[in-house]
Structures are given as C-alpha cells and as structure tokens.
C-alpha cells in the first residue's frame, strides 16, 4: 500500500523557519518525483515544489525561501521553508507524481494527509 505522512507544521512567527519532512512507503521512492503542495483556507490547491531525477523545481512566490531536498535513503522528501510569511498559512501535503504537468493536480496518484503551517504574528 502507498503511504505518504507528512509532518513538521507548526504555528510560527513571520520571518521564522519550518521544516517539513514527508516519509513514503509502500512503493519504490527513488524512481518517482515528488511534489509539496498546500492549500490556504477557502483556496484550492497550489503547487509548491518538486524534486526528481536531480532536477528541482519552485513556485514563483517560494523562490529563494523554500529548498526541497529528499533522502532516497529514507524515503523521505523535505520542504526547508524559511523567512515565512503569513501568507504562507497553509496545509501543506506531498504527493507521488506520475507524469505530466507539476502543477496539474490529475499528475498524482497519492497524497500525503497534510500538516498545519500557520505563519502570525
């Protein structure tokens, strides 16, 4: 069975860091790219970041604050988030990625249950 858990969210102060960490199991970790994705209250969806195959990709409003990273070792990819904002509240998850575009939600099979991010002063 496919099992994606993600973790690490947390309330935190603006300016402050996260990390999240997303462990998989179930199928071979190593050969799937990965995606985080969060969803802010009343929003859908939004794609964050992917990793795979050596290539990593952002979100433009993450560039420069957010790194993906994984550990293939432990099947696990992480989502290192720093100087956040409040509009950086979310719920984020990770999810197995099967081909096609990143940002379309039908490239995924599996998603992971999500943890709370809530960035307020």
């Known amino acids: 069975e496919v099992q994606l858990r993600a973790s690490g969210g947390g309330l935190v102060q603006p300016g402050d860091s996260l990390r999240l960490s997303c462990v998989a199991s179930?199928?071979?970790?190593?050969?799937?790219?990965m995606s985080w994705f969060r969803q802010a209250p009343g929003k859908g969806p939004e794609w964050v970041s992917a990793?795979?195959?050596?290539?990593?990709y952002y979100e433009d409003s993450v560039k420069g604050r957010f790194t993906i990273s994984r550990d293939n070792a432990k099947n696990t990819v992480y989502l290192q988030m720093d100087s956040l904002k409040p509009e950086d509240t979310a719920v984020y998850s990770c999810?197995?990625?099967?081909?096609?575009?990143?940002?379309?939600?039908?490239?995924?099979?599996?998603w992971g249950q999500g943890t709370q991010v809530t960035v307020s002063s």
């Open positions: 179930g199928f071979r970790f190593g050969s799937y790219d």
């Open positions: 999810a197995r990625f099967t081909g096609g575009r990143y940002k379309d939600l039908r490239s995924y099979d599996a």
């Open positions: 990793s795979g195959g050596g290539r990593i």
